[in-house]
């Protein structure tokens, strides 16, 4: 499978962004989906992830203002980004693993950069 995000970009504190990332060449409903985000000088961390059921799981940190969803007809997932902090800012990363290979580390996207300006 192949990722493609896109939706990044420089918002202010307070504001809104959605992420998407564009899943091709696999079976979609196989992969659970998620986004991590990396910001300089930090470790890669969770952002959300779901399964193909819905399920959801949370960083901490973004709890009660993020969002993700997936659109099987499309391929895709989204990542719905209100009430954005200068500490949201990083390179977003989308994420693919197979539940068919539990022990795999997935596939990873190219990454978009979102700027929150207080």
């Known amino acids: 499978v192949q990722l493609a995000e896109s939706g990044g970009g420089l918002v202010q504190a307070g504001e809104s962004l959605r992420l998407s990332c564009a899943a091709s060449g696999g079976i979609f409903a196989f992969y659970v989906m998620g986004w991590y985000r990396q910001a300089p000088g930090k470790q890669r961390e969770l952002v959300a992830t779901?399964?193909?059921?819905?399920?959801?799981v949370y960083g901490e940190s973004v709890k009660g203002r993020f969002t993700i969803s997936r659109e099987h007809i499309k391929h895709t997932v989204y990542l719905q980004m209100n009430s954005l902090k200068p500490e949201d800012t990083a390179v977003y990363y989308c994420h693919a693993r197979d539940i068919r290979s539990p022990g795999a580390p997935g596939i990873w996207g190219q990454g978009t950069l979102v700027t929150v300006s207080s």
């Open positions: 779901i399964t193909d059921g819905g399920g959801e």
